[in-house]
């Protein structure tokens, strides 16, 4: 089975300063995706980054960059200049599939709580 | 365009009770997936729908039931609520399926 695991319930960084959430995941397929998810207060889960796994080249979007270790099965995401609308919950996910038909679901990490101070 | 809307935002429900939550999807996805959120259990996959179609569904009891209709929008449905089902039922379309699903924000549901 598929699995997510995020070992950092808690971080807090000061604004502006860069931080990095770890992830770890366990896929026997070779065709997956990765994602980083944020989830705010209004409850709504936002897409940060995507990665493909059979793409080598880490996915960045602004502030926000992996660094994808196939290997290692680590997929950790690093925010720079952190700001304090970065403040919310955040899950890493996985596509795993469900069958031998070629559907898919998200498995999610429990997430890692991040509070970025003034 | 318009996001993903879950309604109602929130929900109180008494045990025994049934209850539709709503979900409407953007504009021509035909993938709508249910997830529940809660903090013991975290997000976990409930169904899938696709094209009105049930594609999938997830390890919960038969309880818990969904549909499409030919738009698109989807209800799932939980009867004879228990205590345990008090959670963040999250609502995710995208063209084909979760490789890039866009979520709603939610509908609380508290069962009391």
């Known amino acids: 089975a598929q699995t997510v695991t995020q070992s950092q319930p808690e971080m807090s960084v000061q604004e502006a300063e860069t931080v990095t959430l770890s992830c770890t995941y366990d896929?026997?397929?070779?065709?997956?995706?990765l994602f980083w998810y944020k989830q705010p207060p209004s409850r709504q889960m936002i897409l940060v980054i995507r990665?493909?796994?059979?793409?080598?080249q880490n996915a960045t979007e602004n502030r926000f960059s992996v660094n994808f270790q196939k290997a290692a099965k680590s997929f950790s995401l690093k925010i720079s200049d952190s700001q304090l609308g970065d403040t919310a919950m955040y899950f890493c996910?996985?596509?795993?599939?469900?069958?031998?038909?070629?559907?898919?679901?998200?498995?999610f990490g429990k997430g890692t709580k991040l509070t970025v101070n003034p | 365009k318009a996001g993903v809307t879950q309604t109602p935002r929130y929900l109180i429900k008494t045990r025994g009770q049934q209850v539709t939550l709503s979900c409407s999807p953007i504009?021509?996805?035909?993938?709508v997936s249910w997830y529940q959120q809660t903090p013991g259990q975290g997000l976990q996959f409930l169904f899938e729908?696709?094209?009105?179609?049930?594609?999938n569904k997830g390890n919960f009891p038969g309880r818990f039931s969904g549909r499409q209709f030919s738009n698109s929008r989807s209800e799932m449905n939980v009867s004879t609520l228990e205590l345990g089902d008090s959670a963040l039922y999250l609502c995710?379309?995208?063209?084909?399926?979760?490789?890039?699903?866009?979520f709603g924000s939610g509908t609380r549901l508290t069962v009391v």
């Open positions: 995710a379309s995208s063209w084909t399926g979760p490789r890039g699903y866009t």
């Open positions: 896929t026997s397929e070779s065709n997956y995706y």
């Open positions: 990665q493909e796994a059979y793409k080598q």
């Open positions: 996910a996985l596509t795993a599939s469900i069958d031998q038909g070629g559907s898919e679901k998200l498995v």
């Open positions: 504009s021509g996805h035909r993938s």
């Open positions: 729908y696709f094209s009105e179609t049930q594609r």
